[in-house]
């Protein structure tokens, strides 16, 4: 007998998406893995050219007596912001993977926002130093405002600095990091915060470098959330070539901006980034080498995330 859907909003969800919980599950999916065709775009016309995009990102889990198939949707209407509409609308649909029915709704923005800071902290556990203290946040958005929770998930952070283009907007998430218990300041120079950081990471909209190779000591693990298209990118080609660089998966080496273009100046070769974290989680690479080695994770987003994470908060919700 079907049951109706549940519906899990924003707050609901992320009360059902804890860090530790999520970073475990989302270490069990990337070293199982899961069928996750490559994203869809489609451009919505309108009657004076585009008006929107549709982005369609689905994945289903392995065969078994319990299999999950999911679908995110992703719904950009750039124009929105002059009717003080959000641009983005996004919805995460559930369903059994073996028959088909409609388990859950879910919002989008909490799945990919919780999944993305989770998928980086796994990262981080196999790259970063184990002694890692200070923790250095470019960007305050939806995302980055996310980043200190999933970190210290996997280490035991002292100091977190924040640093943005948009100063008030970092003060408002330092104010909203200090009442949960974080030692946080702003940063005021970047380049006297990259260099006194354990962890950078990063997740702005940024088409020029933010973070110089020159600028990072020996041990300094680079995280790289925003730049998703080939002419975005977060850090320069010094430092993405004097590091050793893994990826969430073999999409990245392919549309992000913080890996095409050192190629396309000849800074890096084709065969630079040593692995995936898939790769990373099954031991099939080890990850940090020494104390001294600097290393750069750089994630573009996968569906495999968005399904560990729906799955983990309907599992949990079913319980309640
Ligand atoms: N890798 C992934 O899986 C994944 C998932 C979600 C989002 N993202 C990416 O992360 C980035 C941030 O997403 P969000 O939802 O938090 O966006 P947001 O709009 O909420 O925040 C963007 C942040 O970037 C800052 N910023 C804007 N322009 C900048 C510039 N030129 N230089 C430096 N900082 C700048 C803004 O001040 C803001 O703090 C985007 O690029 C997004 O595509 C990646």
């Not at 990102?57 to 003080?84: C, D, E, H």
């Not at 556990?125 to 996310?146: F, I, N």
Request: charged share 20%.
């Amino acid at each position: 007998m079907s049951t109706a859907p549940i519906t899990l909003p924003d707050v609901e969800l992320a009360k059902l998406l804890p860090m530790e919980q999520l970073v475990e599950a989302l270490r069990r999916s990337f070293s199982e893995g899961c069928s996750a065709p490559a994203r869809e775009h489609h451009p919505i016309e309108g009657s004076q050219g585009e008006q929107g995009m549709l982005l369609l990102m689905p994945a289903w889990s392995p065969p078994g007596p319990t299999r999950y198939l999911g679908v995110k949707q992703v719904n950009i209407f750039p124009q929105n912001a002059a009717q003080n509409k959000p641009a983005l609308t996004s919805i995460y649909n559930l369903f059994d993977g073996n028959t088909g029915e409609h388990l859950a709704s879910m919002d989008g923005n909490t799945i990919t926002g919780r999944r993305t800071v989770a998928v980086s902290a796994l990262a981080a556990r196999y790259l970063s130093r184990k002694d890692s203290e200070e923790l250095l946040v470019l960007g305050s958005g939806r995302v980055a405002s996310l980043i200190p929770y999933a970190y210290q998930a996997v280490r035991d952070i002292k100091r977190v600095k924040i640093w943005d283009i948009n100063r008030a907007s970092a003060e408002q998430l330092q104010s909203l990091l200090v009442t949960d218990g974080f030692d946080c300041a702003i940063a005021d120079s970047l380049e006297d915060a990259v260099r006194s950081a354990d962890i950078v990471s990063a997740a702005t909209l940024s088409t020029t470098p933010l973070v110089l190779g020159d600028w990072l000591r020996p041990g300094t693990h680079v995280d790289l959330i925003g730049a998703f298209t080939p002419t975005m990118r977060e850090s320069d080609d010094q430092c993405v070539a004097m590091s050793d660089v893994y990826t969430d998966t073999g999409e990245a080496a392919h549309e992000a901006g913080d890996l095409i273009q050192p190629k396309k100046t000849g800074a890096i070769g084709e065969d630079h980034v040593k692995a995936t974290l898939s790769d990373l989680v099954t031991g099939r690479a080890l990850g940090r080498e020494s104390d001294a080695s600097f290393t750069l994770f750089k994630a573009v987003g996968t569906a495999l995330a968005d399904l560990s994470a729906a799955t983990l908060a309907y599992e949990a919700a079913r319980r309640i």
